[in-house]
């Protein structure tokens, strides 16, 4: 009896684990929860390995932390009120999205385009010293034109050349511009967008193989023709190459990451920080994160991200609207594959493209627009098929916290 007992209470335990994977509610709360959680272990590395950064230029070992934590509290605002935008009003504005998203990218080409590190992808607002990264917007903008205008070409035509022929179009000019600032890092997440929206609009594959060929041939292209681009390539790849020269960044980076073993040498204690990593709080901050919380540090945000692609792909497997599945898959495809080139940039699996870890990095465009586009993503979440239902059914915040205190306060009336 014992036996069947621990069984029947194991299946119990089962079932509700299934009901509660299988809730019209999972999608939403885990991408909420992975993102936010993203955000605030960003903060928290933002502040530890950028203070050094901060005195160094004459200011507060706050400066930079105070600047994120404010583009934190922007695009927290931001990403809920995109979570309760009708996706109605997001496809009627799709086009005039990306329009937008190109004209403010193609001012990276005039005097108010703004270099550094070799690439021209920021513009700066006249009268401030404000700078904006335009390429970070256009990414939202074009995977919600794509999720809208091949659903839209797929409802009227059968032919491919037709309805891929106004998306690849638009989607070749935003890569340009973006190319045309020299910025080849971003323009291949680009390319990884538009891979994620055709692959789950079930293109033949012949066309996938083509493009991805074309494409491939052109990063490779724009590769040979840059000493720049050629040098990181080498300082990855060339077992030769010298650490105090060109493979100085990466080694340092492997260095940091090595060397925090299982659990880390301590929030706040990194070495890698006192101006010997370049970019510790930008590009390398996950060499900070291994550095400072260990193997373990790093693990959690290797699973974040991975809770974050769960949850998209659950909108894209369940939402019945072609327009989401497109659309999500193409923010999925951005958000994971750039971690993925991050992580495998301070890893030296790839060479340094110069993208930052989504939500963790120091960086103000780029958080607002992650945050954009996980709002939107939510907003999806939101109507899933049962999804209304089901968060019309659950008690408010404000009832649940009320209904606690009230349980809290007659528990110690009891005891008095």
Same mark, same amino acid.
């Given at each position: 009896?014992?036996?069947?007992?621990?069984?029947?209470?194991?299946?119990?335990?089962?079932?509700?684990?299934?009901?509660?994977?299988?809730?019209?509610?999972?999608?939403?709360?885990?991408?909420?929860?992975?993102?936010?959680?993203?955000?605030?272990?960003?903060?928290?590395?933002?502040?530890?390995?950028?203070?050094?950064?901060? /005195?160094?230029?004459?200011?507060?070992?706050?400066?930079?932390?105070?600047? !994120?934590?404010?583009?934190?509290?922007?695009?927290?605002?931001?990403?809920?009120?995109?979570?309760?935008?009708?996706?109605?009003?997001?496809?009627?504005? +799709? %086009?005039?999205?990306?329009?937008?998203?190109?004209?403010?990218?193609?001012?990276?080409?005039? *005097?108010?385009?703004?270099?550094?590190?070799?690439?021209?992808?920021?513009? !700066?607002?006249?009268?401030?010293?404000?700078?904006?990264?335009?390429?970070?917007?256009?990414?939202?903008?074009?995977?919600?034109?794509?999720?809208?205008?091949?659903?839209?070409?797929?409802?009227? #035509?059968?032919?491919?050349?037709?309805?891929?022929? *106004?998306?690849?179009?638009?989607?070749?000019?935003?890569?340009?511009?973006?190319?045309?600032?020299?910025?080849?890092?971003?323009?291949?997440?680009?390319? /990884?967008?538009?891979?994620?929206?055709?692959?789950?609009?079930?293109?033949?594959?012949?066309?996938?193989?083509?493009?991805?060929?074309?494409? %491939?041939?052109?990063? %490779?292209?724009?590769?040979?023709?840059?000493?720049?681009?050629?040098?990181?390539?080498?300082?990855?790849?060339?077992?030769?190459?010298?650490?105090?020269?060109?493979?100085?960044?990466?080694?340092?980076?492997?260095?940091?990451?090595?060397?925090?073993?299982?659990?880390?040498?301590?929030?706040?204690?990194?070495?890698?920080?006192?101006?010997?990593?370049?970019?510790?709080?930008?590009?390398?901050?996950?060499?900070?994160?291994?550095?400072? /919380?260990?193997?373990?540090?790093?693990?959690?945000?290797?699973? /974040?991200?991975?809770?974050?692609?769960?949850?998209?792909?659950?909108?894209?497997?369940?939402?019945?609207?072609?327009?989401?599945?497109?659309?999500?898959?193409?923010?999925?495809?951005?958000?994971?594959? !750039?971690?993925?080139?991050?992580?495998?940039?301070?890893?030296?699996?790839?060479?340094?493209?110069?993208? *930052?870890?989504?939500?963790?990095?120091?960086?103000?465009?780029?958080?607002?627009?992650?945050?954009?586009?996980?709002?939107?993503?939510?907003?999806? +979440?939101?109507?899933?098929?049962?999804?209304?239902?089901?968060?019309?059914?659950?008690?408010?915040?404000?009832?649940?916290?009320?209904?606690?205190?009230?349980?809290?306060?007659? #528990?110690?009336?009891?005891?008095?």
């Amino acid at each position: 009896m014992g036996v069947r007992s621990t069984s029947g209470a194991d299946a119990t335990r089962s079932g509700r684990w299934l009901g509660v994977w299988n809730s019209a509610t999972t999608s939403y709360y885990l991408l909420l929860i992975s993102s936010i959680s993203l955000v605030i272990l960003g903060l928290i590395m933002v502040l530890s390995a950028s203070s050094v950064e901060s /005195l160094n230029s004459g200011g507060s070992a706050y400066g930079i932390f105070q600047r !994120q934590a404010m583009f934190a509290v922007l695009g927290g605002v931001i990403m809920v009120i995109a979570a309760r935008v009708p996706t109605t009003w997001v496809k009627k504005n +799709a %086009a005039l999205g990306l329009v937008l998203g190109i004209a403010m990218q193609s001012l990276v080409l005039t *005097p108010l385009g703004v270099s550094r590190l070799g690439n021209t992808n920021w513009i !700066q607002i006249p009268g401030t010293t404000v700078t904006l990264q335009p390429s970070e917007f256009m990414k939202v903008a074009l995977c919600v034109f794509l999720g809208t205008a091949i659903s839209r070409k797929l409802m009227t #035509s059968k032919e491919w050349i037709h309805v891929l022929l *106004p998306s690849l179009t638009m989607s070749a000019f935003a890569v340009g511009f973006v190319i045309l600032g020299n910025d080849l890092g971003t323009a291949m997440v680009y390319i /990884l967008m538009i891979a994620g929206a055709l692959l789950v609009a079930n293109i033949p594959m012949k066309w996938f193989a083509s493009a991805g060929v074309i494409a %491939a041939i052109v990063v %490779a292209i724009l590769a040979l023709v840059s000493d720049n681009r050629m040098g990181r390539i080498m300082a990855t790849y060339d077992s030769q190459c010298d650490s105090s020269d060109l493979c100085y960044q990466v080694t340092r980076g492997l260095e940091a990451l090595g060397s925090g073993g299982l659990t880390g040498v301590g929030l706040g204690a990194s070495s890698e920080k006192w101006a010997y990593l370049p970019e510790a709080q930008n590009d390398f901050i996950f060499a900070i994160i291994g550095e400072e /919380l260990g193997f373990l540090g790093a693990l959690l945000v290797i699973v /974040l991200f991975a809770a974050l692609g769960i949850g998209m792909m659950r909108v894209v497997i369940r939402h019945e609207d072609p327009m989401v599945k497109i659309s999500t898959a193409a923010i999925a495809a951005w958000i994971l594959g !750039q971690a993925i080139f991050n992580i495998g940039v301070v890893t030296r699996i790839f060479p340094v493209i110069g993208v *930052p870890l989504p939500f963790v990095s120091a960086g103000g465009s780029a958080l607002i627009a992650t945050m954009l586009a996980i709002g939107l993503v939510l907003g999806f +979440a939101r109507t899933e098929p049962g999804a209304h239902d089901a968060f019309a059914r659950k008690p408010s915040v404000v009832r649940k916290t009320a209904a606690i205190v009230a349980r809290s306060t007659r #528990s110690i009336s009891r005891r008095s």
